[in-house]
Structures are given as structure tokens and as C-alpha cells.
């Protein structure tokens, strides 16, 4: 089985596997490549999405929810959910993006999500994509409305913390890797007063920051601390 079909990932196993080889192929590797899954993908992403919040949030109005799904669906987001699933470590590239760092660079990793999204679908039809998303995306699901008022994540953890006159987080760089034009920053988000800590990486020390304030927050919703 391969490792993206683990259940703590997509929890999919295919049964055309040529699709799933098809996703994780950049153009620069050769054909068939993933832009035609990709394409697919976006939509089915953008409708599971659309409908969770639809469901989730029964009183909120149509702007709000473009807006709520927008903090959802975009490449900084997708390629978040990417780095949980070292989706970057299985994507077949050309020599010269493999020397550049392509598998880091959100815009690629979050195509490829999105492509993978899609050979799900073509796979095994909506309902099995739509699981594969929601597995990837429940956490991001459940503390979305937060940061659909213009909060990021450092300032509602914060907020929040505050709230409970507890003191601020301590973030910590653990790891800088990649090219110079191309670094990739892991920072821990440390909580002393909940014994919480969470790693988040992204393209910048305050991405990274911002993803490990995220999982903090992820992780105080699934302890039911909120």
C-alpha cells in the first residue's frame, strides 16, 4: 500500500492505481502529468467545502461563507495540508525542479493536492472524495469560523489565552531547511499552562508560526477545551 493510502492520511485505497501515479507527476517529469487532475480536483474541493460550511454554519450568510471557504481553499492552505501528509515527498519532478526545491514550493504542493483530490475522485466518485477531504480538512473545518473575522491563527490563540488569563505562547525555531530561495522554516508553538506543543512549517518563520498556532488551536477544539 502506498503511504498516502494510510488511514491517517487520505484513508483511500485505489483501485486504478495509474491515477494516483498521475497525480503526483509534475509536468516536468514527463506525461501524463497531474493539470488535468488538477482541474477536477479544485472543483471537487470547492464543492465539499462549500457544503461542509453550508452544513456546519446554518445561519451564516453567502458572503461570509465565500469568505470562510476562501480561508479554506487557497494555496497557502492546501499546501499546509499537504506538508501533514509529506505530500512533497512523493511527487515525481524533473531533475531541475528536484534541484530547486520543487517539492517545498506551496503553489506546487497545493496543485498537487488538489490533483490528488481529483484522481480520488475519477477513483471511486464524489462520496469517496468528499471522505478524503474531510479527513484531510476536519481539523482546518472546525476552528475556521474563528479566522473568518480576520483573526490568523497567533492572534485567536492568543485572544483566547488571554481570555483565560493564561500566559502567551513561546514559539521556537526548530529547523530551517532548503535553498536559500527556497527555505522551509518548522517552528514549535509551545502552551506551558495545557502541556501543549505543536510544529507547523511554511515557507517563512511567521507561516510557520502561524501553522503551529493552528494546530495548538486544532488541538484545544479536539480536547474540547474551547
Request: aromatic residues 4%; negative net charge; proline residues 3%.
Amino acid at each position: 500500500m502506498h503511504d498516502l493510502e494510510r488511514d491517517d492520511a487520505l484513508g483511500h485505497v485505489f483501485t486504478h492505481r495509474h491515477l494516483l501515479h498521475q497525480a503526483l507527476t509534475h509536468r516536468s517529469h514527463g506525461q501524463p502529468h497531474n493539470e488535468r487532475l488538477e482541474f477536477v480536483g479544485d472543483a471537487v474541493l470547492n464543492c465539499v467545502i462549500a457544503a461542509a460550511l453550508f452544513d456546519r454554519h446554518p445561519a451564516m450568510p453567502e458572503g461570509e461563507l465565500s469568505r470562510l471557504r476562501s480561508s479554506l481553499v487557497n494555496q497557502t492552505s492546501l499546501a499546509e495540508q499537504a506538508l501533514r501528509i509529506d505530500l512533497g515527498g512523493h511527487l515525481l519532478l524533473g531533475e531541475g525542479e528536484v534541484r530547486s526545491g520543487g517539492a517545498s514550493r506551496p503553489s506546487m504542493l497545493a496543485d498537487a493536492l488538489e490533483a490528488l483530490f481529483g484522481a480520488v475522485f475519477l477513483d471511486a466518485g464524489y462520496d469517496r472524495a468528499q471522505a478524503a477531504i474531510l479527513r484531510l480538512f476536519e481539523p482546518a473545518l472546525a476552528t475556521a469560523q474563528s479566522r473568518s473575522v480576520g483573526k490568523d491563527a497567533k492572534t485567536s490563540l492568543q485572544e483566547w489565552l488571554q481570555a483565560r488569563r493564561m500566559p502567551l505562547p513561546e514559539y521556537r525555531v526548530t529547523g530551517i531547511s532548503g535553498e536559500a530561495h527556497s527555505q522551509m522554516f518548522e517552528v514549535e508553538c509551545v502552551v506551558d499552562m495545557l502541556a501543549m506543543a505543536q510544529k507547523g512549517r511554511g515557507v517563512s518563520r511567521r507561516a510557520a508560526e502561524q501553522s503551529a498556532a493552528q494546530r495548538v488551536l486544532e488541538e484545544i477544539v479536539k480536547e474540547g477545551k474551547s
